[in-house]
């Protein structure tokens, strides 16, 4: 099959930093092309992404200052995709509701994968009245259920090179923070219960930038950055934070909003590393009570506390069962072939429908 990957430019495919929709979209275009699918992806010139590469920028646009909106390249994007719609059996969207103008202009079938959740009404509302065309593909049953209406082809969770994540079945002292310094993603409380439990606090983030962003930063978590127990060391390489997560004791992980899939807890667990999260979004999923994690009430310090301390307090022998738990349960569920054979049977079940319509 002659497939296009389409993601926004603001990060290389795969990402040097943080940037889960690029990588997750990368490892898709990788698997694919090793199993001998015709790989296009629409990215930026120092992508290392398999198969062809439509450069619709030099590098990633946001590591460049003199950019004075992201939207300038998303409209090359378009543009690129505009040209070259007619040239694939199937184009695979990362880019959100800004495909649905390609779907009035084209007839290769469209896959869009979601990477948010949709509790306002005007995603909603949009999607359903001119993303008919559009096949959906979500990543969690959870998210699923945010967004009905509109033409499901099938769920598939989110896939990671689980031999990529060092495994170890010991710890040091600390828990780990992954994800942006946004409101949605929980930074405050977990820095709250660092505090609490008198456990140090690794925050390995990426800034949000937006004025939501900012302000929750400077009101919930700059004022906490000099406590002895809090360690901020802002975004991290892939390398670096590999690294963390090998060591980690947990990744805390107290989402704010309903997670739709949640990489990090992925990447945690491939490395041993078990989760504490609220149950909200994908995590009931995700996340086997005592198997890979534990999940607590949404919004409940003190539940979170005491699940945190338990971790930390769990005898030596029962914990290394934990991480080693942790690990198989990465290898069972969130591996790349699982992906990739979940894609690649919706890829073909499309074009099948298409193809015999035409007869």
């Given at each position: 099959?002659?497939?296009?990957?389409?993601?926004?430019?603001?990060?290389?495919?795969?990402?040097?930093?943080?940037?889960?929709?690029?990588?997750?979209?990368?490892?898709?275009?990788?698997?694919?092309?090793?199993?001998?699918?015709?790989?296009?992806?629409?990215?930026?010139?120092?992508?290392?992404?398999?198969?062809?590469?439509?450069?619709?920028?030099?590098?990633?646009?946001?590591?460049?200052?003199?950019?004075?909106?992201?939207?300038?390249?998303?409209?090359?994007?378009?543009?690129?995709?505009?040209?070259?719609?007619?040239?694939?059996?199937?184009?695979?969207?990362?880019?959100?509701?800004?495909?649905?103008?390609?779907?009035?202009?084209?007839?290769?079938?469209?896959?869009?994968?979601?990477?948010?959740?949709?509790?306002?009404?005007?995603?909603?509302?949009?999607?359903?009245?001119?993303?008919?065309?559009?096949?959906?593909?979500?990543?969690?049953?959870?998210?699923?259920?945010?967004?009905?209406?509109?033409?499901?082809?099938?769920?598939?969770?989110?896939?990671?090179?689980?031999?990529?994540?060092?495994?170890?079945?010991?710890?040091?002292?600390?828990?780990?923070?992954?994800?942006?310094?946004?409101?949605?993603?929980?930074?405050?409380?977990?820095?709250?219960?660092?505090?609490?439990?008198?456990?140090?606090?690794?925050?390995?983030?990426?800034?949000?930038?937006?004025?939501?962003?900012?302000?929750?930063?400077?009101?919930?978590?700059?004022?906490?950055?000099?406590?002895?127990?809090?360690?901020?060391?802002?975004?991290?390489?892939?390398?670096?934070?590999?690294?963390?997560?090998?060591?980690?004791?947990?990744?805390?992980?107290?989402?704010?909003?309903?997670?739709?899939?949640g990489l990090v807890v992925a990447e945690a667990n491939a490395s041993g590393t078990?989760?504490?999260?609220?149950?909200?979004?994908?995590?009931?999923?995700?996340?086997?009570?005592?198997?890979?994690?534990?999940?607590?009430?949404?919004?409940?310090?003190?539940?979170?506390?005491?699940?945190?301390?338990?971790?930390?307090?769990?005898?030596?022998?029962?914990?290394?069962?934990?991480?080693?738990?942790?690990?198989?349960?990465?290898?069972?569920?969130?591996?790349?072939?699982?992906?990739?054979?979940?894609?690649?049977?919706?890829?073909?079940?499309?074009?099948?429908?298409?193809?015999?319509?035409?007869?």
């Amino acid at each position: 099959m002659k497939i296009a990957q389409v993601v926004w430019p603001e990060n290389s495919m795969p990402p040097k930093r943080y940037g889960p929709v690029q990588l997750v979209a990368s490892i898709l275009a990788n698997g694919l092309s090793k199993r001998g699918h015709d790989l296009t992806s629409f990215t930026t010139a120092d992508s290392t992404v398999s198969g062809k590469k439509i450069i619709v920028a030099e590098c990633p646009t946001r590591d460049d200052p003199t950019i004075p909106d992201l939207l300038y390249y998303h409209s090359v994007t378009m543009a690129e995709l505009l040209k070259h719609r007619n040239e694939f059996d199937i184009i695979h969207s990362h880019i959100g509701h800004s495909i649905i103008p390609i779907l009035e202009v084209t007839d290769t079938p469209v896959v869009i994968t979601s990477h948010g959740t949709y509790d306002n009404p005007h995603p909603r509302y949009i999607y359903k009245k001119y993303a008919q065309k559009a096949h959906f593909v979500a990543i969690s049953e959870s998210q699923k259920k945010s967004l009905p209406g509109v033409n499901y082809a099938g769920v598939v969770y989110h896939g990671i090179d689980v031999d990529n994540f060092e495994y170890s079945d010991e710890a040091d002292d600390y828990m780990l923070y992954v994800g942006r310094t946004s409101p949605v993603k929980g930074l405050g409380p977990a820095i709250k219960a660092s505090i609490a439990t008198g456990r140090r606090l690794i925050i390995a983030a990426h800034s949000d930038q937006t004025e939501a962003g900012k302000k929750y930063f400077d009101t919930d978590i700059k004022p906490y950055l000099n406590h002895k127990e809090i360690d901020f060391l802002g975004e991290v390489d892939q390398g670096k934070l590999r690294a963390l997560m090998a060591k980690a004791k947990l990744l805390i992980f107290p989402i704010q909003w309903e997670e739709p899939f949640g990489l990090v807890v992925a990447e945690a667990n491939a490395s041993g590393t078990p989760v504490v999260a609220y149950a909200r979004g994908s995590m009931p999923e995700i996340i086997g009570e005592g198997v890979n994690g534990y999940l607590v009430e949404p919004g409940n310090d003190e539940k979170l506390n005491a699940a945190l301390k338990k971790v930390f307090e769990i005898p030596e022998a029962e914990y290394r069962k934990l991480r080693e738990s942790s690990r198989r349960y990465a290898e069972k569920n969130f591996t790349i072939e699982r992906m990739i054979d979940g894609y690649e049977e919706i890829y073909k079940k499309i074009i099948g429908r298409i193809n015999a319509r035409r007869i």
